[in-house]
């Protein structure tokens, strides 16, 4: 059964603190993604990576980096945490190979941040 | 920037009924793709729609396209309570490798 594991479902952090988010895939896939969901406004793209060491940003990337050292993991790291930063978190990954390819989620981070 | 756009934002059916959901997205894509998301959990694949392709069944889901309105539909017939969900179209960007892109989705509650 294929798997997307996000570290922790639910999270909460103070103001400042750097945070890390764990996603780990066991697919073999290249692509990874983080997005955030808030409500009314469906899921953004934070940061995306097509493969080891490598990443582009999407459309929301301020306060945000992320991390890929090794092919299954793909971290996001809020430098800063921020309370407009309290969101759900998706992971997702997908493979490479041909266009008609499917995303394969995570379960969801839900980051509180007081 | 968010590529599809679902509509209604909201449905409320009894169960039974059919639910019919829409999808527009902006520029060319190469397949297009419905996902589920019940409350609080991470999204789920339900169907893939190639570019070439005018009308996908999968059980009870029926997908159509129409590239030349850039838009799709998803129909779920006969819809059961455990079908209460969100359901987002994504599309992938041309050109490149894919990255799926979501709309804000439709809520879909079905009553028992």
Not at chain 2, 84 to 103: D, E, Q, V, W
């Amino acid at each position: 059964d294929v798997k997307v594991t996000q570290s922790s479902r639910y999270l909460v952090k103070r103001t400042g603190e750097k945070v890390f988010l764990e996603c780990v895939q066991d697919m073999d896939h290249e692509n990874m993604f983080w997005y955030r969901q808030d409500p009314g406004l469906g899921l953004r793209l934070i940061y995306f990576s097509y493969d080891v060491k490598m990443k582009e940003k999407g459309d929301i990337p301020e306060g945000y980096s992320v991390s890929r050292e090794k092919k299954e993991r793909f971290s996001l790291i809020l430098e800063s945490a921020s309370t407009n930063q309290t969101s759900m978190y998706l992971c997702a990954s997908s493979s490479r190979t041909g266009w008609n390819t499917e995303a394969f989620f995570g379960q969801g981070t839900r980051l509180t941040v007081v | 920037s968010q590529q599809g756009e679902e509509d209604p934002q909201a449905l409320s059916i009894q169960e039974g009924e059919n639910a019919t959901m829409n999808c527009s997205y902006k520029t060319s894509i190469n397949n297009l793709q419905w996902y589920r998301q019940n409350s609080g959990r991470g999204l789920v694949h339900l169907i893939l729609i190639r570019s070439n392709e005018r009308e996908k069944h999968s059980g009870r889901l029926r997908v159509t396209l129409d590239t030349s309105k850039k838009s799709s539909s998803l129909l779920i017939t006969a819809s059961r309570a455990a079908d209460t969900a969100s359901y987002f179209c994504a599309t992938g960007l041309s050109g490149g490798s894919y990255i799926p892109t979501f709309g804000r989705g439709t809520s879909l509650i079905v009553h028992p």
